[in-house]
C-alpha cells in the first residue's frame, strides 16, 4: 500500500502520516505548501493544492490509498486521475453535516456532499468519514484566553461532541487497512455532549488557569469574525449552534466502530494542548 495524504498541513491529515509511518507503510504528504511541513524522516513531501487539477497527477502516479480533504468543486477531477494512476481506495474527510436535509444546499454542507457525490460516481472504492465539530476548533478561543483569560460566545449553552483530531486520524488510518470496512460511509463524534460553557470549564481545568466565559448576541459575534468568516457561512455556524442551544445532541458510535476503543474525551484533547493556551 503507498498512501497519498492530501492537506498534510491540516491536523488529521498530519497525524495520519504519523499513524501509517509507524507502521512501516509507504507514505506520501502532499500538500499546497510542502515547504511547511515537519515530516518523520523518510516521509517524501511534494504539491498538490486540490483547487488546482494540473497537480493531481503528478502527486498520484505509484498511489494506491487516497486521504482526501474535501473540495467540492475539483474533486470529480480528482477522481478522475486517481482511477487513471491504478489508485483502488479513497478515504474521504468529508463532514457529519452531509447527514443533514438540505446538505447540496448548505453553505457548511454542500463541498463535502458534491465531493461524496463525485466520488460516488466514480469508479475509484470510497470511503467517507463525517465527523462532527472537531475539538480543535477550540483553539479559536486560544489567543482571548491567553491574552485575557476569556472567550465570548453567542450561545454558551449550546452542545457539541467535539472529536479529537487522533480519533479521526485513527478511524482514517482503520479503513485504509482493513478492506471489509472501504466503501461506506461513517458518522464520527466524540465520546460525550459538551456546552460550550462546558468545554471552557474544562480548558480551565486542564491548563490550571481561569476562563470566563463572556455571553455576546450573535450580531455582535458574527461582526467580530467577519474578517475571516464569510458572513453566510456565520450564520450557517449561529443556526447550528442556536440549534443545539440547550439540547445535548445524539453521540455518534463510529469512532469505537472503527478503532475498537472509545473515542478520547474533550478533557484529554485539552491535556494534550494545553500549551496551545497558555504558551
Ligand atoms: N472543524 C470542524 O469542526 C470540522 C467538522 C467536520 C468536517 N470538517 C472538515 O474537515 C476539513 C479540515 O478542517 P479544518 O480546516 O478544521 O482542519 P485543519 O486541520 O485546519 O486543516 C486545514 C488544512 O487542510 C487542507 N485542506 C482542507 N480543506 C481543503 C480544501 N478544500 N482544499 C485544499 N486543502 C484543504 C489544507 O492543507 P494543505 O495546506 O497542507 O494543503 C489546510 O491547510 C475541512 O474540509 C472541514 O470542512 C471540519
Known amino acids: 500500500m503507498t498512501v497519498l495524504v492530501t492537506g498534510s498541513r491540516g491536523r488529521v491529515g498530519r497525524a495520519l502520516i504519523d499513524l501509517l509511518h509507524a507502521r512501516g507503510d509507504a507514505v506520501r504528504a502532499a500538500s499546497r505548501n510542502p515547504a511547511d511541513l515537519a515530516l518523520p524522516d523518510g516521509v517524501p513531501s511534494l504539491s498538490l493544492a486540490l483547487d488546482e487539477p494540473d ?12 486521504f482526501l480533504y474535501a473540495d467540492g468543486a475539483h474533486t470529480e477531477a480528482f477522481a478522475r486521475e486517481a482511477a487513471a494512476a491504478g489508485v483502488r481506495h479513497i478515504v474521504l ?10 446538505a447540496e444546499r448548505h453553505p457548511i454542507g454542500r463541498s463535502h ?9 466514480g469508479p475509484v472504492t470510497s470511503t467517507f468519514l463525517r465527523p462532527g465539530p472537531f475539538a480543535a476548533n477550540a483553539l479559536g478561543w486560544a489567543h482571548s484566553i491567553k ?8 450561545y454558551p449553552g449550546a452542545y457539541t461532541d467535539p472529536i479529537h483530531e487522533l480519533d479521526l486520524a485513527e478511524a482514517a488510518l482503520a479503513v485504509l487497512t482493513d478492506p471489509a470496512r472501504q466503501g461506506g460511509a461513517y458518522t464520527l463524534g466524540g465520546p460525550e455532549a459538551l456546552s460550550f460553557r462546558d468545554q471552557a470549564e474544562q480548558i480551565a481545568r486542564g491548563t490550571g488557569r481561569p476562563v470566563t466565559v463572556n455571553p455576546v448576541s450573535p450580531e455582535a459575534w458574527k461582526e467580530s469574525v467577519a474578517a475571516y468568516v464569510p458572513g453566510h457561512f456565520a ?24 478503532t475498537g476503543r472509545p473515542a478520547r474525551t474533550f478533557a484529554t484533547w485539552v491535556a494534550d494542548h494545553a500549551a496551545d493556551f497558555t504558551a
Open 55 to 66: 497537480t493531481f497527477a503528478p502527486a498520484l502516479d505509484g498511489v494506491t490509498s487516497v
Open 93 to 102: 474527510l468529508s463532514s457529519g453535516s452531509v447527514n443533514e436535509p438540505g
Open 113 to 121: 456532499w458534491q465531493a461524496e457525490q463525485a466520488l460516488a460516481a
Open 147 to 154: 491574552a485575557g483569560g476569556t472567550v465570548d460566545l453567542p
Open 235 to 258: 450564520d450557517a455556524l449561529l443556526d447550528y449552534w442556536r440549534s443545539s442551544d440547550g439540547e445535548p445532541l445524539a453521540l455518534a458510535g463510529g469512532v469505537e466502530e472503527l
